[in-house]
């Protein structure tokens, strides 16, 4: 590990400007994938992708997306049986299909409508880009920030299905025994902040409004132009 990396959350932090800012914060944490050709950075959109952006500009690392669809149980949409994730990335939950015997046709319609909402957004945000290689890959997943992590959780398990090397989470802020939860799931866990009392992930932003279709298209095409040049 470099000099000035530090391996402890700062458990309070103060609030970011914007998300711009908070991924700035937290590049500063992870000098030890700059400039390493094995790395790739993924923003889960929306509001993942500008802290992403500010991830890989400091690290030298290529940007793109990861869009994740949680499968919900029907009539239960918070309970996940699955996850489906760009790259053709699926997988199933069969302890909770199995206990609550769930229809095979059930999971194939939910995934199916699942599949054509994650494709719409693709398509809007890829601009038919295609999707990195990750085999092999140090992948870092970024979003703004995690409450419960049941978002980051799918993500990660649809990623395993593109067989990195390791995965990495990476988040300006989330509550400390989300970011536990998940250590158990990826291979390294970074938060800039574990704040308690947590109060929300809008609560330790300045800006926290809504990331527009068009901010994520003109910084993934910003970042491509960066590397290309």
Not at 149 to 177: F, N, T, Y
Request: glycine share 10%; net charge negative; charged share 30%.
């Amino acid at each position: 590990m470099q000099d000035g990396d530090r391996d402890l959350d700062e458990a309070q932090p103060e609030t970011f400007v914007d998300r711009r800012a908070a991924g700035r914060s937290l590049a500063a944490l992870m000098r030890r994938f700059a400039g390493r050709r094995d790395v790739v950075v993924l923003g889960l959109p929306r509001g993942g992708v500008p802290v992403a952006y500010e991830v890989a500009a400091a690290l030298g690392a290529p940007l793109d997306i990861f869009t994740v669809r949680k499968l919900g149980v029907p009539e239960q949409e918070e309970l996940a049986m699955g996850a489906i994730g760009s790259g053709g990335a699926f997988v199933l939950n069969p302890d909770v299909i199995d206990a609550l015997r769930i229809p095979h046709g059930a999971v194939v319609r939910v995934a199916e409508r699942e599949r054509k909402e994650l494709e719409r957004r693709e398509r809007l945000y890829r601009d038919h880009r295609a999707f990195p290689e990750l085999a092999g890959k140090t992948v870092i997943l970024v979003d703004d920030g995690l409450a419960t992590g049941a978002s980051m959780l799918a993500a990660i398990s649809a990623l395993r299905q593109k067989d990195p090397e390791r995965v990495v989470v990476a988040v300006p802020v989330a509550p400390a025994d989300t970011c536990a939860m998940l250590r158990t799931h990826a291979d390294d866990v970074i938060c800039r902040g574990t704040p308690e009392p947590f109060g929300g992930v809008g609560a330790w932003y300045d800006d926290f409004s809504q990331v527009g279709d068009e901010e994520v298209r003109d910084l993934l095409a910003r970042a491509s132009l960066s590397r290309a040049s």
